[in-house]
């Protein structure tokens, strides 16, 4: 569900653009009772030049989120010794044989979403040395297009991923676009609960301060950010 706030003028800079978003974050906590600090943003990258990456590191952002492997590959592997404090997190699908690219390239995969992708991703981060951070991708909706473990069987897949050694922090999701999201985010906060999961990546550019509502931790902002993108693809981040 869409956000009644303003947003930033079309003519906006990149560098306004992030501003007011950051703003909105900040009311958005205070609202809820909760410290802005809380809450991180991650700014979508997919599809954006050099030069919207360049204004958005110039802001100061560091937590940034890519939706295919190569794409991100393009954009970050230049970069990413030479940024300080770099976070890249995947937040699209992710194919079994790219789980070694994933875990040489991102700090954290955020759509673990089946058995056999954890098997990929706890077999490449064990060959690689080091221990990998993911979230379990929730499809709340049960939409057929969409990746995500269905509720139901989101607790077996869960403990699957643990017990293979791979560092689950929480659960990401994408609401339906024709449905008001906060039931979806409130589902969402649920299963965390129940396996005492911190991390709650929901909310995109329309509904980031419904989100954090609900408890949001990091929320995946894009076109609020950089403008409008190419609608045709499946949503998978913003």
């Known amino acids: 569900m869409a956000s009644s706030s303003p947003e930033p003028a079309s003519g906006s800079s990149i560098a306004d653009r992030f501003a007011a978003v950051r703003r909105r974050i900040g009311a958005a906590c205070r609202a809820a009772g909760r410290d802005p600090g809380e809450v991180m943003l991650t700014a979508v990258t997919k599809t954006q030049p050099a030069e919207a990456l360049a204004a958005a590191l110039a802001t100061g952002q ?63 981060a064990g060959k690689a040395g080091r221990p990998l951070r993911v979230l379990v991708q929730v499809n709340t909706g049960a939409e057929p297009q969409k990746a995500g473990v269905l509720p139901e069987d989101a607790d077996v897949l869960i403990r699957y991923a643990r017990d293979k050694g791979l560092i689950v922090e929480g659960l990401m999701c994408i609401p339906p676009a024709d449905e008001a999201a906060g039931p979806h985010f409130a589902l969402l906060r649920k299963i965390a609960g129940r396996h005492g999961l911190k991390v709650l990546s929901m909310g995109m550019s329309g509904d980031y301060e419904a989100a954090i509502r609900f408890g949001a931790t990091h929320v995946r902002v894009g076109s609020a950010l950089f403008g409008e993108r190419n609608r045709s693809e499946t949503p998978s981040s913003d």
């Open 62 to 124: 560091r937590v940034f989120g890519e939706n295919r492997v190569q794409e991100a590959q393009a954009h970050w592997s230049e970069l990413r010794d030479s940024v300080a404090d770099l976070e890249l997190r995947l937040i699209g699908p992710l194919q079994t044989n790219k789980a070694a690219d994933a875990v040489a390239l991102f700090d954290v995969v955020e759509t673990l979403d089946r058995a056999k992708l954890a098997d990929a991703l706890a077999a490449a």
